[in-house]
C-alpha cells in the first residue's frame, strides 16, 4: 500500500493532541512540531523505499496501587505517528475479528458498556461470578502466536513488516538497550489492540462452549449457575491461557458466591445492583497513572489557550538523495528473512538502510534491513565495515558456513542473556533428575517423529516399488526402542538407544528415495553422496534458526540435556534440534530427490577425502526450497493454532522455558500426527 502525504499528517494530528513527552531521541513534540513538514516528508520516503527504523522507546518505571511498580514505554514521536498510522490500518480487520464480550482499545467501547454486560447476567438472579485476572499479561505474550494471528488479517506485506519492527523495536531503560523477546509495551500505540488481538482465539473458545465472559484488556469476568459450574469453567480457561503462554493471577483470581459483593473496572456490585465508583482522588498534572482496569495513560496537563512566543526550535534537514527501487533476484522472495550469500568473491554493503550484494563489480541485490532477521555467507564473501556495524546495530547475526556448508562461526552482538535463566539452566544441569526428564522427552519425540515421517512417505509411495517389509520393520523397531527409554538405566544407555534408533531410520529412510540417487547410511564429516550433502546442510541451517531464536530469548546455548555440555558446543541447540530433523530438513530431502528437482550434475565429485557438495547454481536452488518449507504451515500441538515452521521454531523454545521455571516438568516436544 503507499502512506500519502495527508495519512502521515492525520496520524501527527492525532499524536499532537496526545502526550508532548519526548522519546530517546530527546524530540518532544512541540520541538517535532517546528519541523514538521520536513520530518513528514522524510517519514514518507523511508516508508516508501522501505528504509523506515522504528527506535527502542524510552523506558521508566511507575508505581501501582499494590506498592510494584509497571514499566512504561515512549515511543519517539516519528514512531507514534506510524503506530498511529498503522493502527488507522487495523481498525476495521480487527474490528472483524473482536467478539462482542471484549471492550478495551477498541474505539466505540467502554468500561460503561462492559459494566452493563455483566449487569445484563447480575441483576435479576445473582449468579456465581469468577473475576480473573492474568498476571503480567502485556509482558508475556508471544511474538510467534502474535504475528501469526496479524497474518491471518490478511494484512499487506509492508503492514506487516512495520508492525514487526514496532513490536521488536526493544527499550532503553537507565541508559540499557533491553529485548525481552516477547510482550507488548505498555504505552504504545499499539499495545492494546496487539493484546486484544492475542485473546480473541480465547474469547472464541469461550463463547463457543456457552461460558459467559466479559473482558476488558487482561481483566475478565464470568458470570456462573453454581459452584461446580464455576470451578469447571476455571480448569478450562486455565488451560486455555496456558496454551498460549499465559498464566492467572492467584491473588485476582477468586470465585464469588451469589451473596458476595465484588468490584469490576472500579465498580461495585452487590445483591443484584451494582454502584458506580467514587470521584477520583485529585492527581498532579502530567504524569503517569493507573485507571480502575489497570490501564496506564498520561494525564496531560492542562495547556493554555494564549500561543507562547519563544525562538524557533527548527533545524535544517538533508533530504535523502533518490535512489532506485531495490530488484529482487531468485535468490530472495518477499516471504525469506534470511539473505543468503553464496556467490564467491561476493561483497555485502550497506547504503541508505540497505543491504546491497556485488559480485564481479555488479550490483545483484539490494534488500532493505528492516526485512533481514540472519545473514548466511557461503566460502569466500567479503563484508564492509559499515555492514557489520549494521548488523549488530540491528542484533542481526551473520553466519559464516565454508563453500561446501560446513559451520565456521557466527558474528553477532553480545546476547540479551537473562541472569534469571542463566541460574535456572545451571541448577537444572546440575540436577540428574530434571535432566534425564528432559533428555527422555527429547529422544521419544525424535524417535516417534522419525518413526511417523517412514509411515507417511510408505503410505504415499505404496506404487513405487518401495519394500513395505524394511518400513513395518524400522517402525516396529522404532516403537519397541521408545517403549524401553522409561527403563534406560542411565543417560549413556539413553543415547545408545538413540543412536541404535537412528541407524534403524536411516537404513529405512534410504529405501524411500527413488530416481538416480542413492543412500545408504548417514555420512556427515565429509557427506560422501548428494543425499547426505542435502541432510548435512539442512541439519546446519536448523541449528542456526534454533540457535537464534534461543539467543533472542534469553537462553544461554551451552546448557543442555540429552547432549553433554561441554566447552564449544552449544548443547541446548543441539537438544531443540532433534524433534525437527525427520519432519524439516529429512522430509526436505525425500521431496526434492523423488521430485527430481536436482540431478546428479547439481553435486560436485567426491574431493580428496570423498566428500561431495552442492554446486554453486544448486546451491541457490536449495535454499529456496529451504525457506519454503519454514514458510509452509504446521499445527503447533500446544496452541492448538497454524503457524509457520519459523514460528512453531520459537515456540518450542517458549515451551524449554516453561519447563525450565517449572511451570510444567518435562519439556513438550513438536510431536508429529499420523
Known amino acids: 500500500m503507499m502512506f500519502t502525504k495527508e495519512h502521515l ?8 493532541a496526545g502526550s508532548k513527552t519526548a522519546g530517546i531521541d530527546g524530540i518532544s513534540v512541540d520541538l517535532f512540531e517546528s519541523m514538521a513538514t520536513e520530518q513528514l516528508q522524510k517519514l514518507e520516503y523511508q516508508l516508501h523505499h522501505e528504509t523506515y527504523t522504528a527506535s527502542p522507546a524510552k523506558g521508566f518505571y511507575i508505581p501501582k496501587k499494590n506498592g510494584s511498580k509497571r514499566l512504561i514505554g515512549v515511543p519517539t514521536v516519528r514512531d507514534r505517528i506510524i503506530q498511529r498510522l498503522l493502527l488507522d490500518e487495523l481498525y476495521f480487520p480487527l474490528e472483524d475479528t473482536f467478539l462482542d464480550c471484549s471492550y478495551a482499545y477498541r474505539p466505540g467501547h467502554s468500561i460503561h458498556q462492559a459494566v452493563q454486560h455483566l449487569y445484563g447476567y447480575y441483576q435479576y438472579q445473582p449468579k456465581w461470578i469468577i473475576k480473573a485476572d492474568i498476571a503480567d499479561f502485556f509482558d508475556n505474550l508471544s511474538w510467534a502466536l502474535l504475528l501469526t494471528a496479524l497474518e491471518e488479517l490478511s494484512l499487506e506485506p509492508i503492514v506487516l513488516q512495520l508492525l514487526e519492527q514496532q513490536l521488536k523495536s526493544g527499550i532503553i531503560v537507565a541508559g540499557q538497550y533491553r529485548n525481552f523477546g516477547k510482550g507488548v509495551l505498555q ?111 498520561f494525564r496531560r496537563k492542562p495547556r493554555p489557550a494564549k500561543p507562547v512566543s519563544r525562538p524557533p526550535k527548527a533545524c535544517s534537514i538533508d533530504k535523502p538523495s533518490n535512489f532506485p527501487k531495490a530488484s529482487i533476484s531468485h535468490y530472495w522472495q518477499e516471504t525469506m528473512t534470511t539473505l543468503y550469500i553464496t556467490d564467491q568473491g561476493a561483497y555485502l554493503s550497506i547504503k541508505n538502510q540497505q543491504f546491497q550484494v556485488y559480485h564481479q563489480g555488479e550490483l545483484r541485490i539490494k534488500v532493505p534491513v528492516s526485512r533481514v532477521s540472519n545473514v548466511v555467507l557461503f566460502g569466500s564473501c567479503n563484508v564492509s565495515h559499515g555492514a557489520v556495524s549494521m548488523a549488530l546495530r540491528r542484533r542481526i547475526p551473520m553466519m559464516y558456513l565454508s563453500q561446501k556448508g560446513r559451520y565456521f562461526g557466527r558474528l553477532q552482538t553480545e546476547g540479551d542473556a537473562k541472569v534469571e535463566y542463566l541460574m535456572l539452566q545451571v541448577e537444572r544441569c546440575q540436577n540428574p533428575d530434571f535432566t534425564r526428564k528432559q533428555a527422555e522427552a527429547i529422544v521419544r519425540a525424535k524417535l516417534h517423529n522419525s518413526r511417523i515421517l517412514l509411515m507417511r512417505l510408505n503410505r504415499r509411495q505404496k506404487s513405487k516399488n518401495v519394500d513395505e517389509t524394511i518400513i513395518k520393520k524400522a517402525s516396529n523397531e522404532l516403537e519397541i526402542l521408545m517403549s524401553k527409554l522409561p527403563f534406560a538405566d542411565s ?65 544461554h546455548t551451552h546448557f543442555g540435556n540429552l547432549h553433554v555440555p561441554r566447552d564449544n558446543h552449544p548443547a541446548l541447540v543441539s537438544d531443540l534440534m532433534e524433534e525437527w530433523r525427520a519432519g524439516l530438513v529429512d522430509s526436505l530431502a525425500v521431496y526434492l530427490v523423488n521430485s527430481e528437482v536436482f540431478t546428479i550434475d547439481d553435486f560436485t565429485l567426491p574431493d580428496e577425502r570423498q566428500g561431495v557438495y552442492f554446486q554453486a547454481h544448486a546451491l541457490k536452488k536449495f535454499l529456496k526450497h529451504w525457506e519454503e518449507k519454514l514458510q509452509s504451515e504446521v499445527t503447533h500441538p500446544h496452541t492448538g493454532q497454524k503457524v509457520v515452521y519459523r514460528r512453531a521454531l520459537e515456540l518450542q523454545v517458549r515451551e524449554y522455558i516453561s519447563c525450565l521455571k517449572g511451570e510444567v516438568e518435562v519439556y513438550r516436544p513438536m510431536i508429529w500426527e499420523r
Open 9 to 16: 499528517h492525520f496520524a501527527w494530528l492525532q499524536v499532537r
Open 187 to 297: 504505552g504504545g500505540g499499539l499495545s492494546g489492540a496487539l493484546a486484544n488481538l492475542y485473546l480473541t482465539n480465547f474469547d472464541r473458545k469461550c463463547l463457543s462452549q456457552g461460558i459467559n465472559l466479559v473482558r476488558y484488556g487482561d481483566d475478565f469476568v464470568i458470570a456462573c449457575k453454581s459452584w461446580q459450574e464455576a470451578n469447571r469453567i476455571l480448569d478450562k480457561i486455565t488451560a486455555w491461557l496456558g496454551e498460549v503462554y499465559l498464566t492467572l493471577q492467584p491473588e485476582k483470581t477468586q470465585i464469588f458466591t451469589p451473596k458476595d459483593e465484588f468490584t469490576f473496572l472500579g465498580y461495585r456490585f452487590a445483591g443484584g445492583e451494582v454502584y458506580a465508583p467514587p470521584p477520583p482522588k485529585p492527581v498532579r498534572a502530567e504524569e503517569w497513572v493507573i485507571n480502575d482496569s489497570g490501564t496506564p495513560y
Open 491 to 555: 543417560m549413556d544407555m539413553l543415547r545408545g538407544y538413540e543412536g541404535r534408533a537412528a541407524t534403524i531410520y536411516f537404513q529405512a529412510l534410504g529405501s524411500l528415495f527413488s530416481g538416480s540417487f542413492t543412500f545408504e547410511k548417514r555420512t556427515k564429516r565429509p557427506p560422501t553422496d548428494p543425499i547426505n550433502s542435502m541432510l548435512s546442510l539442512g541439519y546446519t541451517l536448523l541449528s542456526q534458526n534454533v540457535y537464534s531464536f534461543i539467543q533472542s530469548v534469553g537462553l
